[in-house]
């Protein structure tokens, strides 16, 4: 990364995607603006807008850890604009399937940032289905 600002947006976006590997809602919902707006294969084309949509993944019965989930930024981009930031990577995601196997997938996900009162917020994110 060229400069600070871009060095901490990719580290709060790695944050944001940790949250989401271990289920932890409270955590991921500190790093989201309450207005956060997606496009994701989940919402089948339509705009989501706000917290309640996401909150549902993270409420589904079961241990989020078990099977076991990690994902890695690959080939990221970032561009501050002043007090926000866009990322864009490719987040390849190992996990463990029903029947104990081992699987990657890779996922494009554009993800926007807004700083205020000090600390990075996501407003927006763009996901592609995974393998798409």
């Not at 081992?102 to 393998?131: M, N, Y």
Request: glycine share 6%; with cysteine.
């Amino acid at each position: 990364m060229s400069n600070a600002a871009e060095t901490e947006v990719l580290n709060v976006s790695r944050q944001l995607l940790e949250t989401i590997d271990k289920g932890d809602w409270d955590a991921y919902a500190k790093l989201c603006d309450p207005t956060l707006s997606c496009f994701e294969p989940e919402a089948l084309g339509q705009l989501v807008e706000g917290l309640p949509f996401h909150k549902f993944y993270f409420d589904m019965p079961g241990s989020p850890t078990k099977p076991a989930k990690q994902s890695t930024i690959a080939s990221p981009k970032v561009r501050v604009m002043g007090d926000s930031a866009v990322v864009t990577y490719v987040r390849v995601v190992q996990k463990i399937i029903a029947d104990g196997s081992p699987v990657c997938v890779a996922i494009e996900e554009t993800r926007v940032w807004q700083k205020k009162d000090g600390r990075w917020l996501h407003v927006h994110f763009h996901r592609s289905a995974p393998g798409k």
